[in-house]
Structures are given as structure tokens and as C-alpha cells.
């Protein structure tokens, strides 16, 4: 009896340390300004000295799952400009709001504190990019991360898709060739869009043989095959918002720095310049906010097969002032040649091409992507539209509210890893970056995995796209 009375006994003592490695506390808040009382979006919520962090919707509201083990260590809350939070873990009351205080630093007292000091924005810019090589990392690693692709009219969601990914890197020290990307799960997929876009066909055909002469104008949809404009819409899903587009491009601002033609590169006065705004504060350390505006060159992304080129660049950028390390890019590229002018009021009604923010966490002293947010329009439904910047239409038409389609992704890096043999491990296995491609649901997976929390638009938004997509499918 005594051997089984043993047994039984190790057997419980096995059960609970599993139950305890595996447990999780959830955290969920809204996080205000403590003088305006609006919600602060984009503010950081993590676990000190750990990769376990989310951020805060346009609601400041976040949900975070911590594993027990940390129930012990600090929970920060932090935005720039603002007095962080910190707390331990087990002792954040969810039943009350988060308020940060703003923190603002004096920016004649920091530009006087050393001569030897940049003090233009253009010459701080410059040496943060002097510093890449010792903040970024210098060594291969995998990060994990959630992704919400979404794509809309101004009136609904017309294409959902929510995915886990792992990003392999091997460092910033060698070319964006060694980067890759992996789509691990998928657990939203609808797609109620109108994929009749015969602008989309005709540029697949002129990929896929050359020396075509083509154009729209001259094609009948009532002649075209479904599965053969489906193909073609795939393949301009994956040129337009492809992962491999996203970060292999240059828009990869400060990954690519070192690639050829780099917007951040060599050349990066000619195609931007840099003001200095002011001095912010985030836990305790000043960060310089800087403008960035237009130069002297257009800024051209030349992407393959696709008139993306003549824009202008607007935007913020955050960089620390102790290590030149940059913290974060809010940046848009903006219509300014008369060529892109004209294509994108005809193409999209709007100037704005590309809106980018991207934002960096500190781990281990280097910087690690946190948070992607991409947005960019798209031409899905062409409608009377043809892809000519010469073209005239007739705008009463046009159905601005359903014929405009824009997408959003949006990335959370919720995990970094740097132990070798795991990255070993991880390589070895086949990478697949095609995001649009179904993959089978796999429930348990989800369960406790940090995603990025709707705003309560968008929670709607997804309600009736999925009951419209589950009429669909019957």
C-alpha cells in the first residue's frame, strides 16, 4: 500500500506544478490622461524585464495574460510624455482606471546640459542612426506576435483576418535576405469583399507574361473565369500587403537602414528633414520629439509593377536621449508629384498612401520591434475607375462610401527569443509568410495567446461581419 499511497501522493504533487506553470492571471483596464481624462492609445503595458507586454486600443483599454510565475515583478504602464505606473502584478486592481500624469522635460535646460551635444534635429536624427548598430540587435533571434489584418469601406469590415506569427532575424548586421517570417495560426478568416477588380487581373496577366500589351478598359468580366480573377486577387493581396512586402520593403524603416536606396540611409537628408519639437519623459529617461517633414527629393518606394513613387514624408519621430535609440516612428507618406497626385484622388480619394507607425521596446539594453501599424488604400472594386492619372470620371457614379477600400495590419510582438538551440530548432522547420492562405483553427492554441484588444467600433464591426460571413458560407 505505502508504494501506491507514494505514488498517488507524487501524482498530485506532479498535477499541481503543472496546473501552477501553466496558469495565468488576466489583467484588463483602461488607461486615461489624469488632466483631459481621454484615453491614451498606444500606451505600454508589460512586465518588467520580461518580453510579456501588450499596448492599449483607441478606447485605452488592454487586456494582458500573465503567466504566474511573474504574479511577483512589476507591472508598468507607460506612454510618452507621461509619469509611469508601476505596480506588481498581484496587486493590479482591474475594477479601477489607470491615469498618467503628463511629464514634460525643459528643452533649454537639455540643450544646455553639454556642447558637445547635436542640437537640430537633423544632426540628433543622424546620430541615432549612427548608433543602429549598438541598439539594434546584434545577434539572431525570434520574436512571436499577433496579427489583425483588416480591410474596409468607410462603411463596414469587408476582410478580417487575425493570425500568430514568428519573425526570424539575424540580425540588423546583415541584409533583410536573412530575415524571414512564419504564419503559425489563424483564427479569424472572412472575406466578404467585391474581388472584381479587373485592374488586378490585367496587372497579373502583364506579371505573368511578358510584353503584354493590356489595359482594363479593354477586358469584360463576363469573360473571365472566377477562379482565374480570385488567383489574380490573391497574388495582388500578397504584392500589396504581404509580410514579405512589409518587412523586407522599405518602409522596414529601420531594419533596412543599410540596404540599398534605404529611406533611412545614406541619403536620408535628401529625402527628409528633422525639427526639433520638444523634450518628452517616459519612466524616468527624456526622449527627443522630432518632426519630420519634406526635403528636396520625392520619396519613391518603386515597388514592382505599381506606380508608388513621388510622395512627400510627414510625421513624428522618438528618439532617447541618453542612447540615441529610436522609440518610435509615426510616419506617412503624402501624394506630391502631380503624376501620384492625380492617381491617388482617382485611384483612392485621398493623398495619404501609406500611414506607418512603428515602435521599438528595450530588452536586454537593445531595441526590439513591439508594435506595427500599417495602413494603406486599396483598390479592390475598380467600378469606373481605370489605374490612368489622366483619366476623368464621373463622380456622381462613384460611391465613395463603398467604392474606397483601405487596409490596416497591425502587429504585437508579444515574445522575444534569443536561446540558440531554440532559434536552431525553429529554422529547421518550413517557413510559410503567405498570410492569406486558410489554415485549419486549432481552439486550444488561443486560449491563452496576448492579442491586441478591439475599440468598440471595431467589436461591432467584427460582430456583423461575422454574421454576414456566416449567412455567406450557408
Given at each position: 500500500?505505502?508504494?501506491?499511497?507514494?505514488?498517488?501522493?507524487?501524482?498530485?504533487?506532479?498535477?499541481?506544478?503543472?496546473?501552477?506553470?501553466?496558469?495565468?492571471?488576466?489583467?484588463?483596464?483602461?488607461?486615461?490622461?489624469?488632466?483631459?481624462?481621454?484615453?491614451?492609445?498606444?500606451?505600454?503595458?508589460?512586465?518588467?524585464?520580461?518580453?510579456?507586454?501588450?499596448?492599449?486600443?483607441?478606447?485605452?483599454?488592454?487586456?494582458?495574460?500573465?503567466?504566474?510565475?511573474?504574479?511577483?515583478?512589476?507591472?508598468?504602464?507607460?506612454?510618452?510624455?507621461?509619469?509611469?505606473?508601476?505596480?506588481?502584478?498581484?496587486?493590479?486592481?482591474?475594477?479601477?482606471?489607470?491615469?498618467?500624469?503628463?511629464?514634460?522635460?525643459?528643452?533649454?535646460?537639455?540643450?544646455?546640459?553639454?556642447?558637445?551635444?547635436?542640437?537640430?534635429?537633423?544632426?540628433?536624427?543622424?546620430?541615432?542612426?549612427?548608433?543602429?548598430?549598438?541598439?539594434?540587435?546584434?545577434?539572431?533571434?525570434?520574436?512571436k506576435g499577433f496579427l489583425r489584418h483588416k480591410e474596409r469601406n468607410k462603411k463596414e469590415f469587408k476582410w478580417l483576418i487575425e493570425s500568430a506569427i514568428t519573425l526570424y532575424d539575424?540580425?540588423?548586421?546583415?541584409?533583410?535576405?536573412?530575415?524571414?517570417?512564419?504564419?503559425?495560426?489563424?483564427?479569424?478568416?472572412?472575406?466578404?469583399?467585391?474581388?472584381?477588380?479587373?485592374?488586378?487581373?490585367?496587372?497579373?496577366?502583364?506579371?505573368?507574361?511578358?510584353?503584354?500589351?493590356?489595359?482594363?478598359?479593354?477586358?469584360?468580366?463576363?469573360?473571365?473565369?472566377?477562379?482565374?480573377?480570385?488567383?489574380?486577387?490573391?497574388?495582388?493581396?500578397?504584392?500589396?500587403?504581404?509580410?514579405?512586402?512589409?518587412?523586407?520593403?522599405?518602409?522596414?524603416?529601420?531594419?533596412?537602414?543599410?540596404?540599398?536606396?534605404?529611406?533611412?540611409?545614406?541619403?536620408?537628408?535628401?529625402?527628409?528633414?528633422?525639427?526639433?519639437?520638444?523634450?518628452?519623459?517616459?519612466?524616468?529617461?527624456?526622449?527627443?520629439?522630432?518632426?519630420?517633414?519634406?526635403?528636396?527629393?520625392?520619396?519613391?518606394?518603386?515597388?514592382?509593377?505599381?506606380?508608388?513613387?513621388?510622395?512627400?514624408?510627414?510625421?513624428?519621430?522618438?528618439?532617447?536621449?541618453?542612447?540615441?535609440?529610436?522609440?518610435?516612428?509615426?510616419?506617412?507618406?503624402?501624394?506630391?508629384?502631380?503624376?501620384?497626385?492625380?492617381?491617388?484622388?482617382?485611384?483612392?480619394?485621398?493623398?495619404?498612401?501609406?500611414?506607418?507607425?512603428?515602435?521599438?521596446?528595450?530588452?536586454?539594453?537593445?531595441?526590439?520591434?513591439?508594435?506595427?501599424?500599417?495602413?494603406?488604400?486599396?483598390?479592390?472594386?475598380?467600378?469606373?475607375a481605370i489605374d490612368d492619372p489622366k483619366t476623368e470620371i464621373d463622380e456622381s457614379t462613384v460611391n465613395k462610401d463603398e467604392r474606397y477600400y483601405y487596409t490596416v495590419q497591425e502587429?504585437?510582438?508579444?515574445?522575444?527569443?534569443?536561446?540558440?538551440?531554440?532559434?536552431?530548432?525553429?529554422?529547421?522547420?518550413?517557413?510559410?509568410?503567405?498570410?492569406?492562405?486558410?489554415?485549419?483553427?486549432?481552439?486550444?492554441?488561443?486560449?491563452?495567446?496576448?492579442?491586441?484588444?478591439?475599440?468598440?467600433?471595431?467589436?461591432k464591426l467584427i460582430q456583423d461581419l461575422t454574421k454576414r460571413y456566416s449567412l455567406f458560407k450557408e
Amino acid at each position: 500500500m505505502k508504494p501506491q499511497f507514494f505514488k498517488h501522493i507524487l501524482g498530485i504533487i506532479v498535477f499541481i506544478t503543472y496546473i501552477s506553470a501553466f496558469s495565468q492571471t488576466e489583467l484588463k483596464n483602461s488607461v486615461l490622461d489624469a488632466e483631459t481624462f481621454l484615453p491614451l492609445e498606444s500606451a505600454s503595458v508589460y512586465v518588467k524585464n520580461t518580453t510579456i507586454g501588450t499596448i492599449t486600443n483607441v478606447d485605452g483599454k488592454f487586456i494582458l495574460v500573465v503567466p504566474e510565475r511573474y504574479q511577483s515583478d512589476t507591472l508598468v504602464i507607460s506612454s510618452i510624455g507621461f509619469k509611469s505606473y508601476k505596480i506588481p502584478v498581484n496587486e493590479f486592481d482591474s475594477t479601477f482606471d489607470v491615469y498618467l500624469e503628463p511629464d514634460v522635460a525643459s528643452l533649454d535646460e537639455v540643450l544646455l546640459v553639454a556642447e558637445t551635444r547635436p542640437k537640430t534635429g537633423n544632426d540628433i536624427m543622424l546620430r541615432a542612426l549612427e548608433r543602429l548598430p549598438e541598439n539594434l540587435p546584434d545577434s539572431s533571434y525570434l520574436q512571436k506576435g499577433f496579427l489583425r489584418h483588416k480591410e474596409r469601406n468607410k462603411k463596414e469590415f469587408k476582410w478580417l483576418i487575425e493570425s500568430a506569427i514568428t519573425l526570424y532575424d539575424s540580425s540588423s548586421a546583415v541584409s533583410d535576405e536573412y530575415l524571414k517570417i512564419n504564419v503559425d495560426q489563424v483564427r479569424k478568416s472572412y472575406d466578404l469583399r467585391d474581388v472584381d477588380s479587373l485592374l488586378a487581373y490585367t496587372s497579373y496577366l502583364k506579371n505573368q507574361a511578358k510584353n503584354i500589351k493590356l489595359q482594363s478598359r479593354n477586358l469584360k468580366r463576363d469573360t473571365i473565369e472566377t477562379a482565374s480573377l480570385i488567383k489574380a486577387i490573391k497574388w495582388n493581396d500578397n504584392r500589396i500587403n504581404g509580410l514579405e512586402t512589409l518587412f523586407h520593403g522599405k518602409l522596414n524603416l529601420v531594419r533596412n537602414y543599410a540596404s540599398a536606396k534605404a529611406l533611412f540611409g545614406e541619403n536620408v537628408l535628401n529625402l527628409h528633414q528633422f525639427k526639433l519639437d520638444t523634450i518628452l519623459v517616459e519612466n524616468e529617461r527624456k526622449i527627443y520629439k522630432i518632426k519630420i517633414s519634406k526635403s528636396f527629393d520625392f520619396i519613391n518606394l518603386e515597388t514592382k509593377g505599381i506606380y508608388n513613387d513621388g510622395y512627400q514624408a510627414n510625421g513624428w519621430i522618438y528618439i532617447y536621449w541618453d542612447s540615441y535609440a529610436i522609440k518610435r516612428i509615426e510616419y506617412e507618406l503624402v501624394a506630391a508629384s502631380s503624376a501620384q497626385k492625380s492617381r491617388s484622388k482617382t485611384l483612392y480619394d485621398t493623398d495619404i498612401n501609406h500611414k506607418l507607425v512603428i515602435s521599438y521596446k528595450e530588452y536586454q539594453d537593445k531595441m526590439y520591434l513591439n508594435y506595427v501599424y500599417y495602413e494603406t488604400p486599396k483598390l479592390v472594386n475598380v467600378g469606373v475607375a481605370i489605374d490612368d492619372p489622366k483619366t476623368e470620371i464621373d463622380e456622381s457614379t462613384v460611391n465613395k462610401d463603398e467604392r474606397y477600400y483601405y487596409t490596416v495590419q497591425e502587429i504585437l510582438f508579444t515574445e522575444i527569443i534569443t536561446n540558440p538551440d531554440d532559434i536552431a530548432r525553429a529554422i529547421e522547420n518550413g517557413w510559410d509568410a503567405d498570410l492569406f492562405s486558410p489554415k485549419p483553427y486549432n481552439k486550444d492554441f488561443w486560449k491563452n495567446y496576448n492579442t491586441l484588444l478591439e475599440s468598440k467600433e471595431e467589436e461591432k464591426l467584427i460582430q456583423d461581419l461575422t454574421k454576414r460571413y456566416s449567412l455567406f458560407k450557408e
